[in-house]
T-cell receptor, first 117, second 114 residues
Framework: GAVVSQHPSWVICKSGTSVKIECRSLDFQATTMFWYRQFPKQSLMLMATSNEGSKATYEQGVEKDKFLINHASLTLSTLTVTSAHPEDSSFYIC?????????????FGPGTRLLVL | AQSVTQPDIHITVSEGASLELRCNYSYGATPYLFWYVQSPGQGLQLLLKYFSGDTLVQGIKGFEAEFKRSQSSFNLRKPSVHWSDAAEYFCAVGRNTGGFKTIFGAGTRLFVKA
């Protein structure tokens, strides 16, 4: 089946540094990937939609200059948390979409836990 | 605007008992509806989805869900729960106008007791 990987699976960094998270579709190509954020015991909140070869579309309230998204190829999207602060600590999940209209399916990565000290 | 409500934060059932997880949605048109399961250390796994057609949808691991338009519901059921079903379950509604987007409910944590 379709597999999505994320790297790293967890990361601890100092406040003020930047962290890059990679999301890869291992055995399929995805023109559209999504980035979510999940707080403890809460649901997934969509941060942005990443389209290969174009700028990401951010959800309302998500700072695009803080959460930089690059979808450089059909199998790789990256999320960079710039100048991270403790409030950015969270569980970040990506997904890759396949299928056309009326048949969309998302495959999710295992998530990346970020802790900013 | 779309929204998804999962009324039960957590549910405990005995192994072998039946299960029903509730989900209500709000959406102006016919929605795409999904149920996902999230286990610790693993990504969300799709259990089943409804786009159109038969309102009773069969999924993996013995799960099924029924779309009831009149009640704006898409409840997940399983006739006999196994201990390995203990996990977090998310209902989600999707739409594809102006781009595909999925909105998730808050989740229901399922506990299974022996």
């Amino acid at each position: 089946g379709a597999v999505v990987s994320q790297h790293p699976s967890w990361v601890i960094c100092k406040s003020g540094t930047s962290v890059k998270i990679e999301c890869r579709s291992l055995d399929f190509q995805a023109t559209t990937m999504f980035w979510y954020r999940q707080f403890p015991k809460q649901s997934l909140m969509l941060m942005a939609t990443s389209n290969e070869g174009s700028k990401a579309t951010y959800e309302q309230g998500v700072e695009k200059d803080k959460f930089l998204i690059n979808h450089a190829s059909l199998t790789l999207s990256t999320l960079t948390v710039t100048s991270a602060h403790p409030e950015d600590s969270s569980f970040y999940i990506c997904s890759a979409k396949v299928g056309g209209r009326g048949d969309e399916t998302q495959y999710f990565g295992p998530g990346t836990r970020l802790l900013v000290l | 605007a779309q929204s998804v409500t999962q009324p039960d934060i957590h549910i405990t059932v005995s192994e072998g008992a039946s299960l029903e997880l509730r989900c209500n949605y709000s959406y102006g048109a016919t929605p795409y509806l999904f149920w996902y399961v999230q286990s610790p250390g693993q990504g969300l796994q799709l259990l089943l989805k409804y786009f159109s057609g038969d309102t009773l949808v069969q999924g993996i691991k013995g799960f099924e869900a029924e779309f009831k338009r009149s009640q704006s519901s898409f409840n997940l059921r399983k006739p006999s729960v196994h201990w390995s079903d203990a996990a977090e379950y998310f209902c989600a509604v999707g739409r594809n106008t102006g781009g595909f987007k999925t909105i998730f409910g808050a989740g229901t944590r399922l506990f299974v007791k022996a």
